[in-house]
């Protein structure tokens, strides 16, 4: 209307006008209707690519409006994750509260933060039909933490089987325990665990409990007094272990702790008694070598004590001769002689 205001002021101001004037202001208004045209080109485009997420939305009672599906083009989340999931929790009945339940806000703040929303929307159906309290932040928390939150709902309706120990972990398939008579068992159990979702944020994992299992288990072994304790009754070994509370502070509850295997090893008292029988005897040869040595020493040093005694006697007798001379020199030999006659 101001193009067509201007056109009238210009007719009317009489020949003298510039024709040029006329055709800036035709060229205004042609402008003019381009770019409305642009506009609600854009807007038809726009309404074309989202109308059908829009309607979907709509018509499953999912409360996604047609500015919400825009912007989340313009921040780059992927509208159809968002829709699916929010008409998958309208359609199952969870969160449906506007405020505090599963709100497209929170879901592509979800999705933005690096979650997976399918994931955690299957994880509050799957928890609400078992009866399960988990509600959007605490599933949203355990996803982004790393964990398989529709995995640890799964395992909390049906407790999953954990071998102890682990083959595919530890390249071990038996534990090895001794009783106190050294008589050594192998032992494979079966530990049945379901999660705990209260405490799947931070709570050790499946291998803390492998680990709490077989320390249990080779404990328990090595208080009896013998193993044929253990093969008459192996559910005593597995019930004093689930006494323990081994699942304290870890993501799962422990179930039951059974002995799948018991097979009898080697007697490792008697090899040790055996080693040991010949340590002593090793020592005590040593000790008679020692002890032979020592008289063969001694007894060398007697020959040798003999040897120096014989030559003093045999330098004594050779003074004899000389102290006879020297007698008879001195004439005491003869004077000796005399007095004993007389």
């Known amino acids: 209307m101001m193009i067509n205001a201007s056109l009238q002021t210009l007719t009317a101001c009489g020949p003298f006008v510039p024709m040029l004037a006329l055709e800036d202001a035709a060229l205004l208004k042609l402008a003019a209707i381009g770019i409305t045209a642009l506009l609600v080109l854009v807007i038809l485009v726009v309404i074309a690519k989202y109308f059908s997420l829009w309607l979907q939305a709509y018509m499953s009672n999912a409360r996604v409006s047609m500015v919400s599906l825009i912007g989340m083009g ?25 405020h505090t339940g599963i709100t497209t806000k929170r879901l592509e703040a979800h999705y ?55 083959p ?47 320390e249990g288990i080779i404990t328990s072994i090595g208080s009896t007094a013998g193993h044929l304790e253990v ?17 304290a502070h870890t993501a799962f509850e422990i179930v039951s702790i059974d002995i799948a295997d018991i097979d009898i090893g080697e007697n490792i008292g008697a090899r040790l008694q055996a080693d040991q029988a010949e340590a002593d005897t090793r020592k005590a040869q040593a000790l008679a070598e020692q002890r032979r040595a020592n008289a063969i020493a001694r007894e060398q040093e007697m ?18 001769p000389k102290a006879m001379a020297q007698a008879f020199r001195d004439g005491n030999l003869e004077a000796s002689g005399q007095n004993g006659t007389r």
Not at 126 to 152: C, N
Not at 303 to 320: T, Y
């Open 168 to 214: 595919e972990k530890t390249g071990k398939t038996v534990l090895s325990a001794v009783a106190k008579n050294g008589v050594e068992l192998r032992i494979r159990a079966r530990v049945t665990v379901r999660t705990n979702l209260s405490q799947l944020i931070g709570g050790a994992t499946e291998e803390t409990i492998i680990a709490r299992v077989g």
């Open 74 to 98: 313009l921040r780059q989340v992927h509208a159809r994750t968002i829709v699916d999931g929010k008409i998958m929790a309208m359609q199952a009945g969870v969160g449906t509260d506007p």
């Open 303 to 320: 020959k040798a004590d003999v040897a120096e005694n014989r030559a003093g006697v045999l330098l004594a007798q050779a003074e004899v």
């Open 112 to 166: 933005l933060a690096g979650g997976d929303v399918p994931r955690v929307i299957n994880a509050i159906v799957a928890a609400q039909r078992a009866d399960i309290d988990l509600d959007f932040d605490r599933a949203a928390a355990i996803d982004l933490a790393g964990r398989d939150v529709l995995d640890a709902v799964r395992t909390s309706v049906y407790p999953k089987v954990i071998d102890c120990p682990d």
């Open 231 to 247: 093969m008459e009754n192996p559910e005593r070994i597995s019930k004093a272990v689930l006494a323990r509370g081994l699942d």
